[in-house]
């Protein structure tokens, strides 16, 4: 285990439903990161939070909207999504300030369908 | 930004054999690399790193290359075991940017 974990593990989910996908990290770490992963296609970093503060976001649709309530938990809340959003939402942290040379630590993702 | 280019994308090896995994960088300002695997179910979890100031690092079976002129790096496997079957992800990042670019993942097979 790398001391992140993510819920739910799998969801399906309709193109009208709204849902959320959490995850916790235990490693004392102050940046928080979500990445997309699509089959055959290079992870996707989507946003990236430090102390709690949203520091980038790479052009996502306004469907995602994260939520970073402290440290140690970040959300994803999920809304009017496509089939094209079908994919593996991966959560990562790692323990200053998102400076891209600090080691990240992944959790197990969560499997996404969209119908 | 960042461009990083992985190969092969799937790379079957027969057990015992040495696999390597290429990956090329544009933006000579990166600094830090690290190589991380992905097993079934999982996330991707490192397995070995390599910043700027080194030409080279083993870690047993493990090692890692970077060619800074060349702007490119590569992961080498020897005496592979069927355990080392699964994705495997090159990326770069450095100081003035916020996250790392990853590759697009190579899919290795060790095959018993």
């Known amino acids: 285990e790398t001391g992140v974990t993510q819920t739910p593990r799998h969801l399906v989910m309709g193109m009208t439903n709204k849902k959320s996908l959490k995850c916790e990290q235990h490693?004392?770490?102050?940046?928080m990161y979500w990445y997309k992963q699509s089959a055959k296609k290079p992870l996707e970093l989507m946003f990236v939070?430090?102390?709690?503060?949203?520091?980038e976001n790479n052009s996502v649709p306004s469907r995602f909207s994260p939520e970073c309530p402290n440290s140690s938990h970040l959300f994803l809340h999920l809304h009017t999504l496509q089939p094209e959003d079908s994919a593996l939402y991966l959560c990562?942290?790692?323990?200053?300030?998102?400076?891209?040379?600090?080691?990240?630590?992944f959790g197990p993702g969560t499997r996404l369908l969209v119908l | 930004g960042e461009n990083v280019e992985q190969h092969p994308s799937t790379l079957s090896v027969q057990e015992g054999d040495s696999a390597v995994i290429k990956c090329t960088y544009s933006?000579?300002?990166?600094?830090?690399f690290p190589w991380y695997k992905q097993e079934l179910g999982k996330g991707p979890q490192l397995i070995i790193d390599i910043r700027s100031n080194v030409g080279e690092k083993k870690d047993q079976r493990i090692a890692v290359t970077l060619n800074k002129t060349a702007k490119h790096f590569s992961l080498h496997i020897t005496e592979t075991q069927p355990e080392d079957s699964a994705v495997y992800f090159c990326?770069?990042?450095?100081?003035?940017?916020?996250?790392?670019?990853f590759g697009s993942g190579t899919r290795l097979q060790v095959q018993p």
């Open positions: 939070y430090n102390f709690k503060e949203q520091t």
């Open positions: 490693l004392g770490h102050n940046a």
């Open positions: 990326a770069a990042g450095n100081t003035g940017r916020r996250a790392l670019t």
């Open positions: 990562a942290s790692s323990q200053d300030p998102g400076a891209a040379e600090e080691t990240q630590y």
């Open positions: 933006d000579s300002a990166s600094n830090y």
